[in-house]
């Protein structure tokens, strides 16, 4: 009888002892849920990635409206979890969807001045961007050379619009000439079409060779002039 309840004792605890060992096993392993890669969805289209993420077992937690030109209305622009992390079984997703975005034509702004740019870009809702300034021999200055968005382009409101504005023609570069020993009337020849002003002097000589002749000049021959420079010359006139 005291073998019989012994062996029935063994008996208890070794079941108890299998049984907690089958229960460990069946928490360690099969209670963990099972990981899945997930699924890339930058791109495609809504009604897609929702269905990729529910073959994924995934669960779609929300979808959020942005406003991203690069991508076509109702796609999918971002993700979370990003794309190939390992997720478990019933892990919220959460999708960014390009929303519309509201377009116009780019209006032509070329010869246009400065000053009335924003205001034609505002009726369209673009913004002024970048400007940045260069010479042109046909378009007057502080008016616009071109824009970036081009004239006519199809564009998303709210893009700005960068300008080229023109400076005005380039200034020519003058060197002054070697006036001296000319004649008033030479001088004043030679100089018809230019843009300096001319200013003539009277020196006393007693050298006949001067006489109504150029003796000095400022700036002196070989000097760089600007548009609109004074020129002044010294005539020779005898004395008696």
């Known amino acids: 009888m005291f073998r019989g309840c012994l062996m029935f ?4 605890v070794f079941v108890s002892i299998f049984s907690m060992v089958i229960g460990y096993i069946m928490y360690t392993q099969l209670g963990k849920k099972k990981v899945v890669p997930m ?5 495609m289209p809504q009604e897609e990635a929702v269905s990729r993420i529910a073959d994924a077992g995934l669960t779609l937690s929300r979808i959020n409206l942005v406003k991203d030109a690069r991508f076509r209305e109702g796609t999918v622009v971002a993700q979370m979890p990003e794309a190939f992390t390992q997720a478990k079984i019933g892990r919220d997703v959460i999708l960014y969807v390009a929303a519309t975005v509201e377009k116009t034509t780019m209006p032509d702004l070329k010869g246009i001045d400065l000053k009335d740019v924003a205001f034609k870009l505002a009726a369209e ?3 002024v961007g970048i400007q940045a300034h260069a010479y042109h021999p046909a378009i007057e200055a502080n008016h616009i050379i071109a824009t970036n968005p ?5 564009v998303p409101r709210d893009t ?5 504005v ?3 023609p380039r ?3 003058y060197v002054m000439p070697d006036l001296i020993g000319m004649t008033e009337q030479q001088v004043r020849q030679k100089f018809e079409k230019s843009p300096f002003t001319l200013t003539f002097n009277r020196e006393k000589t007693t050298q006949s060779a001067w006489k109504n002749k150029v003796m000095s000049q400022e700036p002196p021959p070989g000097e760089k002039l600007s548009a609109q420079a004074a020129v002044k010359l010294n005539i020779g006139i005898m004395t008696q």
């Open 39 to 43: 699924p890339s969805l930058l791109g």
């Open 150 to 154: 081009t004239p006519g382009s199809e």
């Open 171 to 173: 200034p020519l570069d």
């Open 125 to 127: 809702r673009l913004p």
């Open 160 to 164: 700005q619009v960068d300008l080229l």
């Open 9 to 12: 004792v063994f008996t208890l």
């Open 166 to 168: 023109s400076r005005g």
